[in-house]
Antibody, heavy 121, light 110 residues
Framework: EVQLVESGGGLVQPGGSLRLSCAASGFTFRTYEMNWVRQAPGKGLDWVAYITRSGDNIYYAASVKGRFTISRDNTKNLLYLQMNSLRAEDTALYYC??????????????WGQGTLVTVSS | QSVLTQPPSVSAAPGQKVTISCSGSSSNIGNNYVSWYQQFPGTAPKLLIYDNNKRPSGIPDRFSGSRSATSATLGITGLQTGDEADYYCGTWDNSLSTWVFGGGTKLTVL
């Protein structure tokens, strides 16, 4: 069974840092691109970052560029999101989600259960 | 303000058909595949439609997708109360070099 399990969320003060992890299982992790998508309480989906299979190509949402870093360890089947200079507006449930696995299209399937990040003093 | 525009809510009676629109531009929907996601309260989103009109395994054929020019549409026939959820469209935007989602549409089955 394909599974994505996020961890690392919690309460952090504005300006602080947090590193999220996503453990992948049930598929060949190194053959799929990966994404982070977040959802603020009561709001819609907000894409955060994308990383290619080898990690050689990365894209970020404008709102997190320069503050967040997506990375992966294909030997450990792990995806990461290093979040620095956190702001109150970064408060959200952060989902790890798998890409399509090919270069012709892109979509998100499946999704993890999410890990909650709360930025507050 | 989302790059892709969806109606905030739609409603229809059980057994009826409903469509949810997703309007974009040539930099996103006009030149890239659209996917649709279903999200029930308190749960993670689930892929419903990919590549404009393809259904993943396990998604009933009551759900359909289409794309025309810079707009996409999700159709749901034979509405059931269990279809009440939030629905999101999404695609890549070539100008922004980011993925973009619609603001989401809440479906109510009256």
């Amino acid at each position: 069974e394909v599974q994505l399990v996020e961890s690392g969320g919690g309460l952090v003060q504005p300006g602080g840092s947090l590193r999220l992890s996503c453990a992948a299982s049930g598929f060949t992790f190194r053959t799929y691109e990966m994404n982070w998508v977040r959802q603020a309480p009561g709001k819609g989906l907000d894409w955060v970052a994308y990383i290619t299979r080898s990690g050689d190509n990365i894209y970020y949402a404008a709102s997190v560029k320069g503050r967040f870093t997506i990375s992966r360890d294909n030997t450990k089947n792990l995806l990461y999101l290093q979040m620095n200079s956190l702001r109150a507006e970064d408060t959200a449930l952060y989902y790890c989600t798998r890409g399509s696995g090919n270069d012709e299209d892109n979509y998100f399937d499946p999704w993890g259960q999410g890990t909650l990040v709360t930025v507050s003093s | 303000q989302s790059v892709l525009t969806q109606p905030p809510s739609v409603s229809a009676a059980p057994g009826q058909k409903v469509t949810i629109s997703c309007s974009g531009s040539s930099s996103n929907i006009g030149n890239n595949y659209v996917s649709w996601y279903q999200q029930f309260p308190g749960t993670a989103p689930k892929l419903l439609i990919y590549d404009n009109n393809k259904r993943p395994s396990g998604i009933p054929d009551r759900f359909s997708g289409s794309r025309s020019a810079t707009s996409a549409t999700l159709g749901i026939t034979g509405l059931q109360t269990g279809d009440e959820a939030d629905y999101y469209c999404g695609t890549w935007d070539n100008s922004l070099s980011t993925w973009v989602f619609g603001g989401g549409t809440k479906l109510t089955v009256l």
